[in-house]
């Protein structure tokens, strides 16, 4: 058993856990692990220098998450964590206020620059860093060019004129609070899949999408050269669970990044966005999605979902713990196997 996620940082870093937990009992190793191959492709979109490090927080949320050293409180960092060096940084009036680096997650950027710098790139200082934390998944970056998501905002008025701020001030410092008036991925055009990425599409039994930010992580996953075409032709069946609960995001502020691309904040909407792939009765059809697991409150929507071509099923979709998390995992590989017919292409 091959499966492949496309995920952001603690949503997709949590469902994995769930999955790894499924897994293990499903496909045991003999050692508490699994014999089943899993392959994380993170979002990159985050990353950024700051103190003259390269900080990637989705990659090191799904590490430090499978690897146990996660602060599981707030869903990033590391645990026991504390923050002495950025402390005495602000002394000397040099860094944010509103974006902490502790001391131990520096050491990991410390570790990763030094990697960068001697000319290794991103994949194998990825790997070279989960040599430590075994987090029981190949961890890939989405592509080893540097991509990092902005913000345009500002009304565009003489008083108020279009800025562009990296999306991590905008997220964690305005708390979303600002309009966004558009993202931009700059260093996109420049940017494509790698070669390992393609392969664990393309070789893969099952494609996940974990419920993660539609927009800033597997929006800008799917927006990497490569990626999109990859899903679209694929053997593996591709399964999305909805980050969407009753009309409300699951984590973090999504409804705000679907609002600044016009979409609305519904399980629907996100699914219909990703598009269904096409099939011997759908040859226009242009999507990602195979299926689609929605929440039970939102059960009114399978119908429509079906009927647009994207295999649903309402399931209980709140990670409160890893056996649920789990057993959203095996509802997501139910849906997954139900018989289908591709095109191929």
């Known amino acids: 058993m091959k499966i492949t996620l496309l995920a952001g940082g603690v949503g997709g870093a949590r469902f994995t856990r769930g999955l ?33 490090v390269r900080v990637c927080p989705d990659l090191d949320t ?27 940084l602000a002394a000397y009036d040099l860094g944010w206020d509103w974006f902490t680096l502790g001391d131990l997650d520096l050491a990991t950027h410390l570790a990763r620059t030094e990697l960068l710098r001697a000319g290794t790139s991103l ?40 800025r562009l701020i990296h999306f991590e001030e905008w997220w964690v410092r305005h708390r979303a609070g600002i309009p966004a008036r558009r993202f ?17 599409i393309a070789t893969a039994d099952v494609v996940l999408l974990p419920p993660s930010n539609p927009v800033v992580s ?14 679209r032709t694929t053997p593996a069946p591709v399964v999305g669970i909805s980050p ?7 984590r973090g502020m999504a409804d705000a990044c679907l609002s600044a691309i016009g979409v609305e904040t519904s399980t629907a909407a996100v ?24 929440a039970d409150v939102d059960s009114g929507v399978v119908v429509g979902l079906e009927t647009a071509g994207i295999r649903s099923r309402a399931v209980p979709l709140l990670m409160t713990d890893v056996p649920t998390t789990a057993q959203m995992a095996a509802d997501a590989l139910d849906l997954a196997v139900t018989p289908t017919t591709r095109l191929t292409v």
């Open 20 to 52: 790894l937990h499924l897994l293990a009992e499903r496909y045991p190793d003999g050692a508490g692990g699994t014999t089943a191959e899993v392959t994380v492709v993170a979002n990159t979109g985050d990353d950024m220098w700051l103190h003259g």
């Open 62 to 88: 799904v590490m430090y998450t499978l690897g146990g050293a996660i602060h599981d409180g707030q869903g990033w960092g590391r645990q026991d964590e504390s923050s002495r060096v950025s402390q005495d």
């Open 123 to 162: 994949t194998e200082a990825t790997a070279h860093l989960c040599r430590r934390w075994n987090p029981g998944v190949t961890l890939l970056p989405m592509s080893d060019q540097p991509v990092e998501t902005h913000v345009v905002v500002g009304s565009g008025t003489t008083a108020d004129p279009e």
């Open 184 to 200: 931009e991925q700059v260093g996109l055009d420049s940017a494509s899949a790698t070669p390992q990425v393609l392969d664990a």
């Open 218 to 231: 597997l929006g800008t996953i799917l927006a990497v050269r490569g990626v999109r075409d990859a899903l």
């Open 244 to 250: 969407i609960i009753g009309g409300a995001a699951l």
């Open 271 to 294: 699914a219909l966005m990703y598009g269904a792939r096409a099939t011997p009765d759908r040859r226009e059809a242009g999507g990602i999605l195979d299926g689609w697991l929605v």
